[in-house]
């Protein structure tokens, strides 16, 4: 998969200081409440890692859009190049990020 357009939230805001911009594409479906999607997002953020975050209580078609990907409703769920990792699993995060 090419990633030809920068995330819209990255940690540093101009995406010079994100360590994956052009190197995956991240995208986490949330909620605003979800504990274990807060613990995603702030490993991103202490691995300068570029998503982009969609929240599945608000937007319907994203959530469908999750279901589709995931099979079920829980969150966090995150696509990292097409590979979805379902909750807070930190090592396979790391895995799929090429983070050591």
């Known amino acids: 998969m090419i990633f030809l357009q920068k995330p819209r939230f990255c940690v540093s805001q101009n995406f010079s200081g994100c360590t994956n911009t052009m190197a995956n594409k991240v995208i986490i479906y949330s909620t ?49 190049d097409g590979q979805v990792v379902v909750g807070y699993d930190e090592s396979t995060l790391k895995q799929l990020l090429n983070i050591a």
């Open 32 to 80: 605003p409440t979800c504990t274990y999607c807060k613990h995603v997002k702030a490993f991103f953020k202490e691995h300068n890692v570029a998503y982009e975050e969609f929240d599945v209580a608000a937007d319907k078609d994203k959530r469908a859009e999750m279901v589709d990907k995931s099979g079920q409703l829980g969150v966090p769920v995150t696509d990292i």
